[in-house]
């Protein structure tokens, strides 16, 4: 189910899910299908400020100047859930990104985990706006030297596939260019 668009063209998916690698583009195309919703953007920072770290604080600038000024941001950092009801209809959140909700949540016992991945679907059905969640695409080829990055790399995967059974809209963004990827492909049958 899509939700209207204010302007009565186009219906805009109520879950786009929007992923790539690092670098290949992903959040800005998630930020251009969100200036073409016609929708008042809410960008939802889930990342940490780290105000000591100069590369990402360079990152993370890169990231304002691009938005327009009229875009409203709110840093949920891991409290993603919480901020996803806070949205109202007339508005679209881009959530950038879910690997850095992950990683916020790293040392959660799988139990723990569980719960907070399920409170998160239950707030995107809850959520009263459409979404574009970035994704980072982890694990094509390298396997982590380190139990957290094996982990954070398992639980970012699986997340993903949950979102993507909810979605109605779903790119792969890779070397500057965006594919559709609902259009071009099939669903891996469960199990195995």
Do not use: N
Request: charged share 20%; glycine share 12%; hydrophobic share 40%.
């Amino acid at each position: 189910m899509a939700a209207d668009s204010p302007a009565g063209g186009q219906r805009q998916p109520r879950l786009t899910l929007v992923s790539g690698p690092s670098r290949g583009g992903k959040s800005r195309w998630a930020e251009h299908l969100a200036a073409g919703s016609g929708l008042a953007v809410v960008y939802l920072a889930t990342g940490p400020s780290l105000p000591d770290d100069p590369s990402w604080q360079e990152r993370l600038q890169r990231h304002r100047q691009r938005r327009p000024p009229q875009w409203g941001c709110r840093e949920v950092g891991g409290e993603l859930a919480g901020a996803l009801a806070g949205l109202e209809p007339g508005q679209l959140g881009l959530v950038d990104s879910l690997g850095t909700w992950v990683a916020a949540h790293l040392g959660l016992e799988p139990q723990d985990w569980t719960l907070r991945c399920d409170d998160l679907i239950a707030a995107v059905h809850r959520c009263p706006a459409p979404l574009l969640v970035v994704c980072e695409e982890t694990g094509w080829g390298v396997v982590p030297a380190t139990a957290a990055g094996s982990r954070f790399r398992d639980r970012l995967g699986a997340m993903q596939q949950e979102l993507q059974g909810h979605s109605e809209a779903a790119w792969l963004v890779l070397q500057g260019r965006a594919i559709d990827l609902l259009a071009l492909s099939q669903p891996v049958p469960p199990g195995c």
